[in-house]
């Protein structure tokens, strides 16, 4: 074994005291209906991506266990959260946007007393350094912050009456119903809030189901939850995806899916809905995002934005830099700088200081990386950084991959995990058919400076993917840019603004412009006698 492989893990007496975890957390709770119940059934084990260093054996750390829940409590969730909505005659659905609010407002204060909590569970649980694990936690509260500023601000749009062809009207955003949020193991928080949190305020009720990987984490907040809405508002369960979510979805009585997740998973779920029609999906799926990098492009900047697009959090990002097409002229140098880069990432344990490379929470995953790795070279790749590929225990080292070819897995595969798969190409149509020709289509980046060259790559992108990126990484921030992808990569937009839109419908209030109907108009409007038609203005 390498030097390098020999250091990553380490004893457990090196772990800050503060960031022990002496004893696994079992977890027996769940949320249903405003009431921590306890479960009594199986539980599943929470196996860190940290092993432990006792001499020469490595140990997987159990960190803890949360609920194996079946259909039952799956469906009493559902049964709750149908309840709470009561087909839009619900309290929650009904109340006014300020009050909705309130609650939001009440759970983020609450939220932020955990952050430590939650932030320690993040590096346990999923390897997450330190550093984006608080960038993680701070980033979800900022989207919190800035959903009810998009709130108020949509309602403030809609606090006035229009007139158009004779017509009086007000049009108002509504909620949708029941939701049904999952999230990725990659983001445990941050990406489910970033649906949660605007599915609820809208006034729709919730069933939360935590990602595969990153569930303990969530303990911590449900408190929270529980305190700061109504009954039923949200409900938060715990097992396999099949048993709990699909008999969720086999009910027909989820009307929005809001899943974060791969396109098998969204459209094997999405299939158990007996009325598709009645249902309305959110999804933010797989992505093969290519950079492609031009002969005139500043060489350092393409190199560390490549750096950091295909390497933070070890390439487990939905947005990461999946395959690199460097022109002939510069990819000699290129991989050069690019080998340089990788060699000064820090691999370590999640806490410990300028770590960039962490062990990989996906059991199996190593196994297919090697595999991915070891098909390219078989097409005729090489792995051009020293120590590229190994791998021990759930740690692999990033591997950069040259010349990679369309016979190789790696070409088209999702590798989400470190491997830098690097193509040159001669003709700039290379790249384009290349991404006209994916499955995927959520974004690409171009590095060049030639400004006639990239306007001609951008054009040939703009119906192809959801954003492309100018000298820089691919990525979904910041949060008020609309982030979603074509063909098998999303279905609908995310953003502040649109995450709002997509958890509602517009509901229209309209009348003939006559001297009776405006006296009735304004007398509800002045009597404040309907929580829909009003011109009140929310500061
Ligand atoms: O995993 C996909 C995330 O939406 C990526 O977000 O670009 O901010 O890392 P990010």
């Known amino acids: 074994m390498s030097q390098l492989l020999a250091n990553v893990f380490h004893s457990e007496d090196s772990i800050p005291e503060h960031l022990k975890i002496s004893h696994p957390i079992e977890q027996r709770e769940y949320l249903i209906n405003g009431e921590l119940k306890t479960w009594n059934g199986n539980l599943n084990p929470v196996l860190s991506p940290v092993f432990i260093k ?10 803890g266990s949360t609920p194996l829940l079946t259909s039952k409590e799956s469906l009493e969730a559902l049964e709750a959260a149908a309840n709470a909505y009561d087909l839009g005659h619900g309290d929650w659905p009904t109340r006014s946007v300020v009050s909705r609010i309130e609650h939001v407002e009440k759970f983020l204060s609450a939220m932020r007393l955990k952050r430590q909590e939650v932030v320690k569970l993040l590096m346990w649980e999923i390897g997450k350094t330190q550093k984006d694990s608080e960038k993680e936690f701070d980033r979800t509260c900022d989207y919190i912050v800035d959903t009810i500023k998009g709130y108020k601000e949509l309602d403030r749009n809609s606090a006035k009456l229009i007139e158009e062809q004779g017509f009086m009207a007000q049009i108002r955003r509504v909620p949708l119903g029941v939701s049904l949020c999952m999230g990725p193991y990659n983001y445990p928080l941050n990406e489910t809030f970033t649906t949660l949190i605007p599915a609820l305020i809208m006034g729709n009720t919730v069933v ?92 350092d900047n393409a190199v560390s934005e490549c750096i950091t697009g295909s390497l933070s959090f070890n390439g487990q990002r939905c947005t990461a830099l999946k395959i690199l097409f460097v022109h002939k002229s510069i990819v000699d140098e290129l991989i050069q700088k690019l080998v340089r880069e990788v060699k000064k990432l820090k691999p370590s344990m999640p806490w410990e200081e300028d770590v960039s490379l962490t062990p990989l929470p996906e059991p199996g995953k190593v196994e297919f990386l090697r595999d991915l790795v070891e098909d390219a070279k078989l097409h005729g790749a090489k792995v051009m950084n020293e120590h590229g590929g190994e791998f021990l225990n759930s740690f692999f080292y990033p591997a950069v991959l040259y010349p990679v070819n369309e016979k190789m897995k790696i070409y088209s595969e999702e590798q989400f995990g470190p491997v830098v798969p690097i193509i040159s190409f001669e003709e700039d149509e290379e790249a384009i058919e290349y991404v006209v020709n994916s499955n995927f289509g959520q974004q690409v980046s171009i590095f060049g400076s030639d400004s006639k060259r990239v306007a001609k790559l ?24 609309p982030f979603n992808g074509r063909k098998d990569s999303a279905e609908g937009t995310l953003s502040i603004a649109d995450a709002l839109r997509v958890f509602s419908i517009r509901t229209i209030v309209a009348t003939r412009n006559n001297d009776g109907n405006k006296q009735i108009i304004s007398n509800i409007i002045r009597n404040r006698e309907s929580a829909f038609l009003s011109t009140d203005y929310i500061f």
């Open 458 to 481: 951008m054009d040939a992108f703009v119906n192809q993917v959801g954003r492309i990126n100018l000298n820089t990484q691919s990525q979904r921030g910041p949060d008020t840019f």
């Open 54 to 63: 006792d001499g020469n054996n490595y140990v997987q750390k159990n960190i």
């Open 208 to 299: 939360f189901k935590p990602a595969k990987y990153g569930v303990l984490l969530i303990r911590p907040l449900i408190e929270a939850f529980r305190d700061n809405f109504p009954p039923g508002v949200i409900n938060i369960i715990y097992g396999r995806g099949r048993e709990t979510v699909g008999a969720l979805m086999e009910t027909g009585r989820i009307d929005v899916f809001a899943f974060i997740g791969t396109n098998k998973g969204a459209n094997d779920l999405k299939k158990l809905h007996p009325k598709s029609h009645r249902l309305k999906a959110i999804l933010g799926l797989d992505a093969k995002n290519p950079a492609i990098v031009l002969p005139d492009a500043d060489l």
